[in-house]
């Protein structure tokens, strides 16, 4: 079986339009023509044709939630670019937990998730600070659109490349070791949430309610211009007035759109929504 330059267009374009990534034509050729080889003989196809009439025609979800498994890049590590945890725990928290009526459950979102560290890295902050969570009551979610990488995170399963960011003491407090692996600790686990999210869903995305912080970080740079812009505005809608949004280091909003206010707390350049925005 062959997928020809001409199919392999068709199936980006419907990627692009259905969760926002762009694949230059590349990447297609050399890292993604094999894997959708291998996925459409796993389904038992001997023709590209029926697998794209199969996914867009009679909308098979769970073909398409295969089909984005392969596209989804989720390289990450626990304490990943760790200032951005600084800023968030010792700066943006504290201030929110001032501005906040005292019965207010602070609400953290992680989109995308990918595999689960971010989420759990920002658990793991907020109870090495300690007086945070004594004060006030905190939600953890995170969402991705890859099904396996949400299965990952709640399984809180990891290699040592995982880990390898985080201090002997830290590992030994949060993690059990098995073998040449480490789980999370089921405190940990309970207080963090996933759910499997179509960022690019408006609707999915309104009915997780509002958030007082965002992070996403290092997807926008996977997306084309118009993709990145609905996710910015889908962002600020979800987002509370006076609320922050966390972006990957190489990652800012475009100069022209003024939903958010950047700045730099700590070591990190952050955005806020105010209220006039």
Same mark, same amino acid.
């Given at each position: 079986?062959?997928?020809?330059?001409?199919?392999?267009?068709?199936?980006?374009?419907?990627?692009?339009?259905?969760?926002?990534?762009?694949?230059?034509?590349?990447?297609?050729?050399?890292?993604?023509?094999? /894997? =959708?080889?291998?996925? %459409?003989? *796993? !389904?038992?196809?001997?023709?590209?044709?029926?697998? @794209? &009439?199969?996914?867009?025609?009679?909308?098979?979800?769970?073909?398409?939630?295969?089909?984005?498994?392969?596209?989804?890049?989720?390289?990450?590590?626990?304490?990943?670019?760790?200032?951005?945890?600084?800023?968030?725990?010792?700066?943006?928290?504290?201030?929110?937990?001032?501005?906040?009526?005292?019965?207010?459950?602070?609400?953290?979102?992680?989109?995308?998730?990918?595999?689960?560290?971010?989420?759990?890295?920002?658990?793991?902050?907020?109870?090495?600070?300690?007086?945070?969570?004594?004060?006030?009551?905190?939600?953890?979610?995170?969402?991705?659109?890859?099904?396996?990488?949400?299965?990952?995170?709640?399984?809180?399963?990891?290699?040592?490349?995982?880990?390898? /960011? =985080?201090?002997?003491? %830290?590992? *030994? !407090?949060?993690?059990?070791?098995?073998?040449?692996? @480490? &789980?999370?600790?089921?405190?940990?686990?309970?207080?963090?949430?996933?759910?499997?999210?179509?960022?690019?869903?408006?609707?999915?995305?309104?009915?997780?309610?509002?958030?007082?912080?965002?992070?996403?970080?290092?997807?926008?740079?996977?997306?084309?211009?118009?993709?990145?812009?609905?996710?910015?505005?889908?962002?600020?809608?979800?987002?509370?007035?006076?609320?922050?949004?966390?972006?990957?280091?190489?990652?800012?909003?475009?100069?022209?759109?003024?939903?958010?206010?950047?700045?730099?707390?700590?070591?990190?350049?952050?955005?806020?929504?105010?209220?006039?925005?």
């Amino acid at each position: 079986m062959e997928i020809s330059d001409y199919q392999l267009k068709k199936l980006r374009n419907y990627l692009n339009n259905e969760i926002g990534i762009y694949v230059d034509d590349s990447k297609m050729q050399t890292i993604y023509k094999r /894997k =959708l080889l291998k996925l %459409l003989k *796993e !389904k038992g196809y001997s023709d590209f044709e029926e697998f @794209y &009439k199969d996914l867009v025609l009679k909308k098979s979800s769970f073909l398409k939630q295969d089909l984005i498994n392969v596209f989804m890049v989720n390289e990450t590590y626990f304490f990943r670019e760790k200032y951005q945890f600084d800023t968030l725990v010792k700066h943006v928290l504290p201030e929110l937990h001032i501005k906040r009526p005292a019965n207010e459950i602070i609400n953290i979102l992680c989109a995308p998730v990918s595999s689960g560290e971010e989420l759990y890295s920002i658990a793991i902050m907020l109870m090495e600070e300690g007086e945070l969570i004594k004060k006030r009551d905190f939600m953890l979610l995170g969402i991705d659109v890859d099904s396996d990488a949400i299965a990952k995170a709640k399984a809180g399963i990891y290699s040592a490349r995982s880990v390898h /960011k =985080l201090p002997p003491e %830290l590992i *030994e !407090k949060y993690f059990v070791k098995t073998g040449n692996l @480490y &789980k999370v600790k089921d405190f940990l686990k309970k207080a963090v949430n996933f759910k499997i999210v179509n960022i690019m869903d408006k609707y999915q995305m309104k009915k997780l309610g509002m958030f007082d912080v965002i992070f996403s970080r290092n997807m926008l740079i996977y997306f084309d211009e118009k993709s990145k812009r609905e996710v910015l505005a889908t962002f600020y809608n979800i987002l509370k007035n006076d609320g922050y949004l966390f972006l990957g280091h190489a990652e800012r909003v475009p100069s022209d759109i003024v939903l958010f206010k950047s700045m730099k707390i700590g070591d990190s350049f952050v955005y806020k929504k105010t209220a006039d925005s």
